[in-house]
């Protein structure tokens, strides 16, 4: 198994529909992320998971919600969502969390293609 | 603030070599590159500290010049399997509020032709 997997790759969603992106980490990691990748624009973090916090961008909508269960597990919960949020979304885990990125390194899944209509 | 990375994009011939740059306008912690090939997943290469410090792996190197807040990555005798979009992240060093995230750049998309 690779050690970030995300499920599904593709997702087609009109906007009054509710979907949940998941992500599992085989890693043994504590720090779980979400990040959205749009064309010819920067990786943006949405959302931090880790054992001490929840982080997120105070730019994210409130129609993106994340979610944690556990330290391997992480959803994203999508809802009404606009054509503006077709992207892909990619989850991403690593050994700590932000205070101590300065030596960690992510590992990121293949990504949630996510087109809404 | 996101990092600037220069050029957007370059195509060279195999064995060619290739720099790419990344600012930051802001004091940096440390300088995180990676390489995505298209549809997999954004895949780490190397961490730089602040030191000036230089590492390497194999044809890919990198600088960090935290005096200017620059990184260079150096692809020395490119081969094709080095094609792809390369990212270069920040970190500010911050232990809080929003400079606590690591910042990517838009990405240098590198095309190795035979």
């Known amino acids: 198994e690779t050690g970030v997997t995300q499920t599904p790759r593709h997702l087609v969603m009109g906007m009054t529909n509710k979907k949940s992106l998941k992500c599992e980490q085989h890693?043994?990691?504590?720090?779980m992320y979400w990040y959205k990748q749009s064309a010819k624009k920067p990786l943006e973090l949405m959302f931090v998971?880790?054992?001490?916090?929840?982080?997120e961008n105070n730019s994210v909508p409130s129609r993106f919600s994340p979610e944690c269960p556990n330290s391997s597990h992480l959803f994203l919960h999508l809802h009404t969502l606009q054509p503006e949020d077709s992207a892909l979304y990619l989850c991403?885990?690593?050994?700590?969390?932000?205070?101590?990125?300065?030596?960690?390194?992510?590992?990121f899944g293949e990504g949630s293609r996510l087109t809404v209509l | 603030q996101q990092p600037v990375q220069s050029p957007q994009a370059v195509i060279l011939r195999e064995g060619e070599d290739a720099v790419i740059n990344c600012s930051s306008s802001?004091?940096?912690?440390?300088v995180h590159w990676y390489r995505q090939k298209h549809g997999e997943a954004p895949v780490f290469l190397m961490i730089?500290?602040?030191?000036?410090e230089q590492k390497g792996h194999e044809k890919i190197s990198a600088s960090f010049n935290e005096k200017k807040q620059q990184s260079s990555l150096y692809l020395t005798a490119s081969q094709l399997s080095y094609s792809g979009t390369y990212f270069c992240?920040?970190?500010?060093?911050?232990?809080?509020?929003?400079?606590?995230?690591?910042?990517f750049g838009s990405g240098t998309q590198l095309t190795v032709l035979p």
């Open positions: 802001k004091a940096l912690y440390s």
């Open positions: 992240g920040t970190f500010q060093g911050a232990t809080s509020g929003s400079a606590r995230q690591l910042t």
């Open positions: 890693l043994g990691h504590n720090a």
């Open positions: 991403a885990s690593s050994q700590e969390s932000l205070a101590a990125l300065n030596t960690g390194e992510l590992f």
């Open positions: 998971y880790s054992l001490e916090e929840r982080v």
């Open positions: 730089l500290l602040k030191g000036g």
